[in-house]
């Protein structure tokens, strides 16, 4: 199970590791966007983490919705969004609950990845945050029906948003600032792939 605390922690340590990776993703977007995903995710994470003690009494749902306030009010460019709609449809889903099983981690994440895909129309290829989320997403479903634990199920979702990552360098951009490059996208790293993995190492390193 996954208690809210491990939650709370989760997106502490989301805040934190934006934090240390401010300039190398504000990198990554410079060779392909508007040089502001590390300052815009760092900005709008550290205000999530500023307010976490505030919602602490709350349900998951209700924390993962704040969440998304924060984001959809404090990050800008096209993150704040596209991240608000993944916790503000995964908060919706976990409304009411004080723990999550895996059902209820895989449930989440396919209501929050089908949210960004709606959102941002975007599709696995097209070199955006959801070439990690769709295979993550599909990666624990898959997981969870085969009787892995939530543990394990989390290790192994990073190995996957790693792979993700890696597997948007050869890609040809087709949605965002990065598209207008057309041919010269590629060979970079997408940043918003990037910062997906981050945050769901960052899960997997809170429930351990």
Do not use: C
């Not at 009411?96 to 929050?112: C, H, I, T």
């Not at 598209?179 to 790293?189: A, C, F, N, V």
């Amino acid at each position: 199970m996954i208690t809210k605390q491990q939650v709370l922690d989760w997106l502490r340590k989301s805040s934190d590791v934006l934090e240390e990776n401010r300039q190398y993703l504000t990198k990554l977007d410079t060779a392909i966007g508007d040089a502001d995903h590390g300052n815009n995710m760092y900005r709008g994470f550290n205000k999530v983490k500023s307010q976490l003690d505030d919602h602490a009494d709350k349900d998951i749902g209700a924390i993962l919705k704040a969440v998304a306030m924060t984001l959809i009010s404090t990050v800008g460019g096209a993150s704040g969004p596209l991240y608000g709609t993944f916790f503000l449809q995964a908060g919706t889903k976990m409304a009411g609950k004080a723990e999550l099983d895996g059902d209820s981690l895989a449930v989440m994440f396919r209501a929050g990845v089908d949210g960004v895909k709606m959102r941002g129309k975007a599709q696995p290829g097209d070199k955006t945050m959801i070439d990690v989320l769709e295979p993550v997403a599909q990666a624990i479903e898959n997981d969870i029906k085969e009787g892995k634990s939530v543990s394990d199920t989390l290790h192994h979702a990073v190995e996957v948003a790693e792979k993700g990552v890696a597997d948007t360098i050869p890609l040809i951009a087709k949605k965002g600032r990065a598209s207008y490059l057309g041919e010269r996208s590629k060979d970079h790293q997408d940043p918003g792939a990037t910062s997906s993995m981050m945050i769901i190492k960052a899960l997997s390193e809170s429930v351990g």
